[in-house]
């Protein structure tokens, strides 16, 4: 039976932190990628608030094509509706994963203060498998602060294969299954490094 995910009506409340995952509409990327997190946590007993948002449009479903693809990972996102990225999300967010640069400079404009928290998703996993999984007792936020050591804004500009996790939509059917199996791949390897191994594990 597939699970019911229902980001958009049931946002965490401002305060409760948590990860936050971005791309340009929230109609494809970005509800996977924070529907295939949230999974992956939950199997790990992790109970962490995964939301996600776009930068462009309020109340949209997510595309056709994304059902039945999240459908083969048990997960429903029928009642997903697409939201806007706000200040507000970015200031009481844990952690931003963009799907590509793009959401992360505009992350960083809306919220400057964001910038050493916010990763796309695979910049973050391979930081991580730079610096190691978090360790016993480590705190989420220095794991993070450990990631963030050297980064430079200027890497920021332009597109890049190794950041971005290209946009299906508009193409094939298999590309928004590849899309989702890269996805899950992702955040498989991130909760790997950022949460199954800590003892303080949120």
């Known amino acids: 039976m597939s ?46 608030p995964v939301r996600s948002a776009g930068l462009l449009c309020d109340g949209e479903p997510a595309l056709p094509e994304v059902l039945p ?42 919220h400057p203060e964001a910038w050493p928290r916010s990763f796309t998703l695979k910049e973050l996993v391979r930081r991580g498998e730079e610096i190691g999984p978090r360790l016993a007792g480590e705190r989420f936020g220095e794991w993070l602060s450990r990631a963030h050591s050297g980064r430079d804004r200027a890497a920021l500009l332009g ?28 955040v498989t390897r991130l909760t790997e490094l950022c949460w199954a191994h800590a003892t303080n594990r949120p």
Do not use: K
């Not at 507000?88 to 404009?109: K, P, S, Y």
């Not at 597109?159 to 298999?174: H, L």
């Open 69 to 110: 693809v999240m459908a083969g990972y048990g997960l429903d996102l029928g009642p997903h509706r697409s939201r806007v990225l706000t200040a507000t999300d970015l200031e009481h967010t844990a952690l931003m994963l963009g799907m590509a640069r793009e959401h992360l400079r505009q992350a960083v404009v809306v």
């Open 159 to 186: 597109e890049s294969a190794e950041d971005d996790v290209a946009d299906p939509t508009g193409g094939p059917p298999a590309g928004y299954a590849a899309t989702a199996a890269l996805l899950d791949r992702l």
């Open 3 to 48: 699970a019911n995910v229902q980001e958009s009506p049931n946002a965490a409340p401002a305060g409760l932190g948590g990860v936050i995952v971005v791309c340009t509409a929230n109609l494809c990327r970005s509800p996977m990628a924070a529907a295939l997190l949230t999974r992956r946590l939950s199997s790990l007993g992790i109970h962490v």
